[in-house]
């Protein structure tokens, strides 16, 4: 069972999501700010939830990208008359248009949290001096720590997590930002550079370029 903490701009009021979350046969916390997860007793989410119609954009911004600071999975729950404005740059890991099913909620949630920390298994992936640590959202790289952006240490879980797959460029975008980002595939191409840039070096690579296709990671030898 899954515990979200829902994030609303109206204090203790209860909130029509976490009616949703309680038929959806999860737990979660309401609360204001991240901050409260720091109090002694609070239980660790497995991802926020966003009640948009209780939020400005501003604050949705902010509080999203304190969420990816945390490494914590963040679902925008947008009203679906609001739908039509909502604006994808806000960069929430996934969207659900309210009032939404039992259904699609678990299977968002859990889509939201693949994109931050992979599947579900091991929680150390390594490939020769690389290491990624799942748990603690650290890379390695020959003991050197190494520091990742939020949506490079995703790329990198995606593609290390199954070696030798290619991931073709619209696969990418679509798995690591979703359906409804306007960036285009060139993102996936800059993000790519950068994260080589951090973890590879002359005799140690690990992602190759399928030309005109798109990516895939080193499959063990």
Known sequence: MYHLFVLVNHGGTPSALADAVDRAGMSCQVGMELEQLDELGATSP?????????LE???????????HSRRLP??????????????????????VVCPVSEAELNARVKQAMYRVSGPAGPKLLKAGDLAIDLERYEVTVA????????KEFQLLVLLASNPGRVYTREALLSQIWGYDYLGGTRTV???????RSKVESPGRSFVETIWNVGYRFKAPA
């Not at 963040?74 to 969207?95: F, G, T």
């Open 74 to 95: 963040v679902l925008a729950a947008v009203p679906r008359e609001a739908v039509k404005d909502y604006d994808p740059s806000l960069n929430a890991d996934e969207m």
């Open 143 to 150: 003991g050197r720590r190494v520091s990742l952006t939020y």
């Open 46 to 54: 497995d991802a926020v939830l966003l009640d948009m119609s209780s």
């Open 189 to 195: 191409d800059v993000h790519i550079r950068r994260l």
């Open 57 to 67: 954009e501003p604050d949705a911004r902010r509080l999203i990208e304190l969420c």
